[in-house]
Structures are given as C-alpha cells and as structure tokens.
C-alpha cells in the first residue's frame, strides 16, 4: 500500500503561483511515475502531469505547458509548481501513484490516489 497527502493548495490571483507537493508513504518501492489530476465542478478528471522515476521526459497537459513544472525529490516527494495561473486551473487536485513506468495523463493504472487539494483562482 502507498498512502499519498497533497498539500499546498489554496487561493490565488490570477497571475500568481502555488506549488503543490505530494508526500507518499509505505511501499514507495513499488511506484515508478506519479502524477497530478484535477477536477472542477462538473467537468471530468484530467491528467495535468505527469513524471517518471526512470529518467523518462515527464509529460504535460496541452493546457499547462509552459506554466506548470512537475518535479520530484528522493522519488518519495512529488511537486506541481503552477505559474501564470489562470480562472479555468480552478480544481481540486490530485495526487496519484503507479507501478507503470513510462509517465502517463490516463488515469488508468494509477493504483494509488491522494485526497486531494483545492486551488482557486480568482481576480
């Protein structure tokens, strides 16, 4: 079992940053990618980023390239640096863990989820 705790979340201008991270837990050893979701009211899951632990390119959604910046630290800690945010990045977001090894924005074989944190951007 891998436990995952988002944190970071808040309220924002538009404009401005936050940076998110994701503290897994427990058997760690199993997990090579991890990834950041999120969800708005009414709208579908999608995947924002995601990266692998094998040193392949972590991959982003068209809608965050170029603003959001995912990273990880001892592949224990996983961080989403969101830039230039904007109304439409209004979500909750989710952590997410898999023992798949390429990155990947599906959520579909991603074993292990977070509970989640919100982030609200306003003017």
């Known amino acids: 079992q891998v436990q995952l705790v988002e944190s970071g979340g808040g309220s924002v201008q538009i404009g401005g940053s936050l940076r998110l991270s994701c503290a897994a837990s427990?058997?760690?050893?199993?997990?090579?990618?991890m990834a950041w979701f999120r969800q708005a009211p009414g709208k579908e899951r999608e995947g924002v980023a995601a990266i692998s632990f094998d040193g392949l390119d972590p991959v982003y959604a068209d809608s965050v390239k170029g603003r959001f910046t995912i990273s990880d630290r001892a592949k224990t800690t996983v961080y989403l640096q969101m830039n230039d945010l904007k109304p439409e990045d209004t979500a909750m977001y989710y952590c997410a863990a898999s023992g798949r090894v390429w990155p990947s924005l599906q959520s579909d074989g991603f074993t292990y989820w977070g509970q989640g944190t919100q982030v609200t951007v306003s003017s």
């Open positions: 427990g058997s760690t050893s199993s997990t090579y990618s």
